[in-house]
């Protein structure tokens, strides 16, 4: 798999260690918000100059500086492209392959933290994505749950956090939770459109939507199986968020032998075999973060 470039590299603010860090939250409090509604805020995820090293990043990747083309999609692609200079819906996957010591920063350390305040010392991160929406772009991400993309495993545990880049608001694609839906079942998802990758399922009018705005550096948790769905973006401003995905060792190891990766692999699956085999060691993670 390709290496990335060293010029292509970051260097994090000093802080406080995610121990440190986590120890001054109401951390009590967000496993009862979770519990309850499937989705947390956490607001000030980042300090001002860690979202300056992400959005820059960010804007590298999209604009081709560091080129990311081979894990580069159209998530919008069930619509016509609406602006020429760029996807409906840009998702970038695994961008920390593509930048050293991305995930060494408070995106994939403070949130493991938090993760596994929420669900359990035993949770690992699992894979992490750049999404986009530019200005008019005017696609939305329609109602589903994340756990409609996965292998069946036994071991449900598994959430993702939506850490925002731009203030995220109702008009530029903001996150909205069904509140409690985590606590049903799975739903039928059907793809948008014959041969495209988005995937939907019904709403109810007993469903509880909420629409959550939150600022720059900020982040929302939510549960794989609870829904969610973002409106396009109708503003002259960029949406940008990084997506880390986080779930128990156990059920990851499934995952590996289901050889289900997040598009970690380059299509040519036989001359990269060696690579594949190296992310069964993903689960097998350094715990000097683990909340006891």
């Known amino acids: 798999m390709a290496v990335p470039n060293d010029i292509h590299s970051v260097i994090w603010p000093s802080g406080p ?19 309850k509604d499937g989705y947390l805020v956490v607001k000030d995820l980042l300090t001002k100059a860690e979202l ?19 894990h580069r999609h159209d998530l919008g ?15 970038i996957l695994w961008p920390s392959m593509y930048v050293r010591h991305l995930d060494e920063g408070p995106v994939h350390r ?22 986009a929406k530019a200005p008019f772009t005017d696609t939305m991400t329609p ?19 939506w850490t925002s880049l731009d203030n995220a608001v109702k008009d530029n694609g903001c996150m909205w939770f069904g509140r409690g839906s985590h606590k049903g079942m799975l739903r039928v998802h059907t793809p948008v459109k014959e ?29 794989a199986r609870t829904l969610h769905y973002t409106c396009g973006n109708t503003t002259n401003q960029m949406r940008r968020a990084i997506v880390t995905s986080y779930r128990s ?30 992310s069964a060691a993903l689960y097998d993670l350094p715990h000097d973060d683990v909340i006891v």
Not at 79 to 84: D, L, M
């Open 110 to 131: 403070r949130v493991l933290a938090i993760a596994q305040c929420l669900l359990g010392e035993d949770i690992v991160f699992d894979h992490d994505m750049i999404l």
């Open 77 to 91: 692609n069930v619509a016509e492209q609406k602006q020429s200079y760029i996807e409906n819906i840009c998702q």
């Open 17 to 35: 260690s995610p121990m440190e860090w986590i120890k001054s939250k109401p951390t009590a409090m967000w496993r009862e918000t979770f519990g």
């Open 249 to 278: 060792a156990a059920m990851l190891k499934e995952f590996v032998r289901a050889g289900h990766d997040h598009g970690k692999r380059f299509q040519d699956t036989t001359e990269h075999e060696d690579e594949f085999k190296k």
């Open 143 to 161: 109602w589903h749950q994340d756990e409609a993309y996965w292998p069946d495993v036994a071991d449900k545990r598994a959430l993702m956090c």
């Open 195 to 223: 041969g495209c990758h988005l995937l939907s399922c019904e709403t109810y009018e007993s469903d509880d939507m909420v629409c959550v705005e939150i600022p720059a550096g900020s982040c929302t948790f939510h549960h």
């Open 52 to 70: 300056e090293i992400y959005q820059d990043v960010c804007t590298k990747m999209i604009q081709g500086d560091i080129d990311t083309a081979t």
